[in-house]
């Protein structure tokens, strides 16, 4: 399940991991749904908008969630304030107790991108002491960074179901 504040890339992000054509692409209103095939594994992705009257409806698509991956836009720093507290609030939801993450650090392409460890620190992501997260740099228009992002969430998820 993809989840982040609107504008952050996850729709351009999913429709590069499914090869699909990045070079039109509007807000999402609601939600896509996407399998992609990663690693021998065939993913079912929700992406969800995140327009601020989006946002309270999110709880709503967490049940059976295997792992979710939640992207920031590395270049927002005035956001990145209330992206960190959308990510701690959502992980603090019932269905999602011990579910791991991964966090997408997207335009990394941008001179005035973030590094990830820096948006790491920033997030608080060591405070997160009861699941396993990850937070990876990528540019999903290049696809830079996408695949190590899917090698952890494949390892992730088989590691999971042992």
């Known amino acids: 399940m993809r989840k982040s504040l609107d504008n952050a890339g996850k729709?351009?992000?999913l429709k590069k991991l499914a090869?699909?054509?990045v070079s039109t692409i509007t807000p999402t209103?609601?939600?896509?749904?996407?399998?992609?095939?990663?690693?021998?594994m065939k993913l079912n992705v929700?992406?969800?908008?995140?327009?601020?009257?989006?946002?309270?409806?999110?709880?709503k698509y967490l049940e059976n969630t295997d792992l979710?991956?939640?992207?920031?836009d590395s270049a927002d720093k005035k956001r990145f304030e209330e992206t960190g507290q959308e990510l701690?609030?959502?992980?603090?939801?019932?269905?999602l107790k011990a579910v791991p993450v991964l966090i997408f650090a997207n335009k990394q392409d941008?001179?005035?991108a973030a590094p990830a460890s820096e948006i790491a620190e920033g997030l608080n992501l060591h405070t997160y002491r009861d699941r396993e997260w990850q937070i990876q740099a990528c540019a999903a228009l290049?696809?830079?960074?996408?695949?190590?992002?899917?090698?952890?969430?494949?390892?992730?998820?088989?590691?999971?179901?042992?």
């Not at 209103?29 to 021998?40: C, E």
Request: charged content about 25%; overall charge negative; aromatic content about 8%.
């Open 88 to 95: 701690s609030d959502l992980i603090e939801e019932d269905n």
């Open 68 to 72: 979710l991956i939640y992207v920031i």
């Open 142 to 162: 290049s696809g830079e960074g996408l695949q190590d992002g899917m090698n952890w969430i494949c390892n992730t998820i088989v590691n999971k179901k042992k």
């Open 110 to 112: 941008l001179v005035t």
């Open 29 to 40: 209103q609601g939600f896509n749904i996407k399998s992609v095939a990663s690693n021998g």
């Open 46 to 59: 929700w992406d969800i908008g995140g327009q601020r009257k989006i946002r309270p409806f999110w709880k």
């Open 11 to 13: 729709t351009t992000l």
């Open 19 to 21: 090869s699909e054509d």
